[in-house]
């Protein structure tokens, strides 16, 4: 059970866009710069983030992406699920319902307990991560984060 | 992010063998025959949950698997990590200490923040899993479920 590894590359990249000025922006090549990443794949991913709401992509000599809503209104969520999507890890192919011991369908019209119980762990990890905002990882930063981000982004091209 | 599919077949045995008579045992052959699983890659699988202390395998013409613990001493969370591991599904590569944003050394004696909240929603995932255990999952069984179990369990070879 493995999130993409560009799950860390949004989370922090983000976590940056939420550090710029009001209406800044940061180049996909900017932010691949600031992590050492690869450009092209990153761009690729950050377009998720867009397509789930979280981050506006404007185009132009100035344009780049920028957060599309308050920091307190992005959650980890939002962004790990814009990465993996939102299915349960667990899948149920109703295997009650094969073989010697097969269930009638009658006695299969509620959900196996067994895949009620991992849905129920499922929402348990969503709720976790439903209640961290963006704004919660900021008011956890070095209270010089947001000036050194600022600055360090400057620098890249 | 998902689980194999192995752990439906195996949190379906183990909650078949609960299901058993004291001290009755059943053979991979017979649980394959009984959920229509491939024998051989179900049997690889159960060992998984024998390493893990969740089954014993007994040899012998009388051989097969059984419960190691009673199902009250089983739960979801020991089964799960059987099979796929107990490690978080968030990879944290530390990209905050590389590329030009690089925090240096002694910034990094803590956990990355993010790192922190996603282990946090990994250990909510955990607690949930563990907060169920076999002896729950038989409980929420119809009443006639375990001797429709062993009827149809007797007739597998």
Redesign the interface.
């Known amino acids: 059970?493995?999130?993409p590894?560009s799950?860390?590359?949004l989370?922090?990249c983000a976590?940056?866009l939420a550090q710029l000025d009001p209406g800044a922006t940061a180049s996909a090549a900017q932010l691949?710069?600031?992590?050492?990443?690869p450009a092209a794949y990153l761009a690729k991913q950050l377009q998720a983030l867009v397509r789930s709401g979280v981050l506006t992509a404007t185009t132009g000599p100035r344009g780049g992406f920028r957060l599309a809503r308050p920091a307190a209104e992005i959650t980890?969520l939002q962004m790990?699920e814009a990465v993996?999507g939102a299915s349960s890890?667990?899948?149920?192919?109703e295997?009650?319902q094969?073989?010697?011991?097969?269930l009638p369908p009658e006695?299969c019209r509620n959900t196996c307990?067994?895949?009620e119980?991992?849905g129920?762990?499922?929402?348990?990890?969503?709720?976790?991560?439903a209640a961290?905002s963006l704004a919660d990882?900021l008011a956890?930063?070095?209270s010089s984060a947001p000036a050194r981000?600022r600055r360090?982004?400057a620098?890249?091209t």
């Open positions: 059970m493995k999130l590894v799950t860390e590359w989370l922090h976590t940056t691949a710069q600031y992590f050492d990443l980890l790990v993996d890890p667990y899948e149920c192919r295997i009650r094969q073989g010697r011991g097969a006695d307990i067994l895949a119980k991992m129920e762990a499922h929402e348990a990890w969503r709720r976790s991560l961290t990882i956890a930063l070095p981000t360090r982004m620098g890249t």
